[in-house]
């Protein structure tokens, strides 16, 4: 990418939340980003987007992330409401919208772990699965880094493995940017997300929050079952990440529910 971007065009003020619309924080956020052949992604996106691809070493490169969270506080944004917390991680591949020209994400899917999730699977539709997610964590509260990320989900869909760790002398290098926070504004700033509803309909849902505070992180292992069954990023290749950010807790607002476009 060789034009520059900055959050002051990209950051808005909050959308008044109404109806249904969710609340949450989210613990332990981290964005674990792989470049891969986007020839590998033929086929996977609807002609309305296109791939938001960057040219690395002088290829041409698409951006797919693994983000595992734990949701907190999750709750109603407009009403008094009980509090929910479960883990989540979510799939995506960095999109363009050729209609309105946005850059948003493409969702390959989501492991929640949750009963809530009978809500997103069935009610909306949405490719949302089942899995057991946990979190040993070790967050230094002197220095807010990581001495300890470890993260496993057991699922039939998407089981994972992640261990990363903070040194505290890691610098943000985002290879295919005209600067760090052209990277930043690309990786951790899309508001829109799209996706293929289980019934095979065109779906989707925003989301808001503020800049995101990520720091790098160093990854000590990875391994992501669907990358590998997909045949998008080998368990060898996932072990080289394009970039890992963290951030230990952040906001979002979700805007719901999602709509159905085809």
């Not at 504004?185 to 293929?196: M, Q, S």
């Not at 309909?201 to 989301?207: A, N, P, S």
């Amino acid at each position: 990418m060789t034009h520059l971007m900055s959050f002051s065009e990209y950051l808005t003020p909050r959308p008044k939340p109404t109806g249904i619309d969710v609340s949450c924080k989210l613990q332990h956020f981290a964005i674990v980003t792989y470049a891969i052949d986007p020839n590998r992604l033929i086929g996977l996106l609807p002609s309305r987007f296109k791939f938001d691809t960057v040219i690395i070493a002088g290829k041409e490169q698409a951006l797919l992330s693994v983000v595992p969270f734990i949701d907190v506080d999750f709750t109603s944004a407009v009403y008094p409401f009980a509090k929910f917390q479960m883990g989540q991680t979510n799939y995506r591949i960095y999109i363009i919208d050729q209609q309105t020209g946005e850059r948003c994400v493409w969702f390959l899917g989501t492991t929640l772990d949750s009963m809530t999730l009978l809500i997103p699977r069935y009610g909306w539709n949405l490719p949302w699965y089942k899995g057991k997610i946990n979190f040993n964590c070790q967050l230094d509260q002197r220095t807010n880094l990581y001495n300890k990320y470890q993260m496993k989900t057991t699922a039939k869909w998407a089981s994972a493995e992640l261990s990363l760790k903070q040194f505290g002398n890691e610098k943000i290098t985002l290879p295919g940017f005209a600067d760090t926070e052209t990277g930043l504004v690309y990786l951790t700033h899309p508001l829109a997300g799209f996706y293929h509803r289980r019934d095979g309909k065109l779906g989707t849902y925003r989301v808001w929050h503020k800049q995101l505070q990520v720091k790098p992180a160093t990854l000590k292992s990875a391994n992501f079952n669907l990358l590998t069954r997909l045949g998008l990023v080998t368990e060898q290749q996932q072990q080289q990440p394009h970039s890992v950010l963290i951030e230990p807790m952040n906001e979002f607002t979700i805007y719901l529910p999602p709509k159905i476009l085809t």
